[in-house]
């Protein structure tokens, strides 16, 4: 692309939004120094990341190289090129990832994120996308444009962003269904401590493997393989350090085991793909479907997000007696997907009458469902939508024990067993991880 800008050259547009312009550029003055990556932006952009990688020093944040400013009042915020590449292309070119892998994955992740709130500031949009590789191979949390001082909100946003990322790098890994199960009793959110805690549990840091061979056509390799590298953890006040946090550095996983391991997940994916619509995943592929559910599902909703389209119910509430009995059948039955199906109509006939008190035999007690369920009707908005859309796809089921995911298109919902019945926990639609 040419042009000086800075004091830099630009070698070649990384993003082309004119008001946060990225670029690969290298100092005019010496040619033969390795490349950076200059952000040409202005504003709130500009002084959230300037405020956020200027606060701090840590292997697992970027930091800032240079600064300059431009007569248009934008300002040129230079940083070091990461060659590694990002945890979302690694996700999307890994089909599996070794459990020491994501144990550095994870705690490096969750370092840059406590060094970044111990410094009084959030991230403010923590995504796959936004971890890169070094050149060594360490993880450096990196796009801080919508970084804001720390409260409370931030935080838990930021916390929550940190468990769906922690779900997007286990769910690669097989046999993690103990981690995950961990994971979820801090869902939907966990703290940066309590996630590196969880990842020294689960394994043994061990390098990461960037040259893996893409899993989809179109999929681009990087350029080498790079070590992988994680610090050994902060001890607590009279913790006493295990074997496995001595060193800063551990050997090359072998590259047998990791084929063997994907070899045995290939024969269970060709095995089950073959089986009818009803398609129940047990084990690992349960626990990270419901995880998902509860991760995915905003703490405190008020109910699931209806669309613009909604239209508002004119109809007056009217009396139990006038909704026809609800078969029984299928909800003591055990399978999930009969009483999903059930539960699903029953709930529109509810919120289209506007009838509260039938709400008691669809949704969970005490759930957060059935409280903004409860609160459309009090605000006569419940008519105009349905639990599940009308659709041409066959329902995909996961179950676990008393819990199952049902899922239409984009639409799931998680259903729980208590006494013996199926009730609607939450209705949602599925947010991918990565972006």
Do not use: N
Request: proline content about 9%; glycine content about 10%; aromatic content about 2%.
């Amino acid at each position: 692309m040419g042009g000086d800008v800075g004091g830099y050259r630009r070698i070649r547009l990384l993003s082309p939004d004119p008001d946060d312009e990225v670029c690969l550029a290298r100092a005019v003055d010496a040619a033969e120094d390795e490349p950076v990556v200059v952000r040409l932006t202005s504003g709130d952009r500009a002084e959230a990341e300037l405020a956020a990688v200027g606060a701090l020093s840590s292997p697992h944040v970027i930091g800032l190289s240079d600064l300059f400013s431009l007569p248009d009042g934008r300002v040129g915020l230079v940083f070091p090129r990461l060659p590694g590449g990002s945890l979302a292309e690694l996700l999307d070119r890994r089909a599996d990832l070794t459990a020491g892998e994501a144990a550095t994955l994870l705690i490096s992740v969750a370092r840059g994120l406590a060094a970044l709130h111990e410094a009084g500031r959030s991230h403010g949009r923590l995504r796959p996308a936004r971890v890169l590789f070094d050149r060594s191979g360490t993880p450096v949390l990196t796009g801080m444009t919508r970084s804001a001082p720390l409260d409370p909100a931030g935080r838990q946003a930021d916390e929550r962003d940190l468990a769906k990322l922690a779900v997007a790098v286990l769910s690669r890994v097989p046999d993690a269904g103990a981690a995950l199960t961990t994971l979820s009793a801090h869902a939907p959110a966990v703290a940066p401590e309590d996630l590196e805690r969880m990842a020294f549990d689960f394994a043994d840091p061990e390098p990461i493997d960037l040259s893996g061979e893409p899993s989809a056509p179109g999929s681009r390799s990087l350029r080498s393989p790079m070590p992988g590298r994680v610090v050994a953890p902060r001890a607590s006040p009279g913790a006493e350090a295990g074997p496995r946090h001595r060193g800063d550095s551990v050997p090359r996983p072998a590259a047998g085991l990791r084929g063997a391991v994907s070899a045995g997940v290939g024969r269970a994916r060709r095995a089950v793909s073959g089986v009818r619509r009803r398609t129940l995943v047990l084990a690992g592929g349960s626990a990270v479907a419901l995880l998902l559910a509860l991760v995915f599902v905003p703490a405190g909703a008020d109910g699931p997000a209806r669309g613009d389209d909604a239209v508002p119910s004119s109809s007056t509430p009217v009396s139990r007696q006038s909704l026809s009995p609800l078969d029984p059948a299928p909800l003591t039955a055990d399978d999930p997907l009969d009483a999903a199906l059930v539960l699903a109509g029953r709930r529109d006939e509810c919120l289209g009458t506007g009838s509260a008190e039938c709400l008691g035999e669809v949704d969970q007690p005490a759930s957060a469902l059935l409280a903004g369920d409860q609160q459309a009707i009090a605000m006569g908005a419940a008519g105009g939508s349905q639990t599940l859309p009308a659709s041409d796809a066959k329902p995909f089921v996961q179950r676990t024990g008393d819990t199952a995911l049902v899922s239409v298109d984009s639409t799931t919902l998680l259903l729980v067993r208590i006494d013996g019945q199926w009730r609607l926990r939450d209705v949602f639609a599925a947010e991918a991880p990565s972006d």
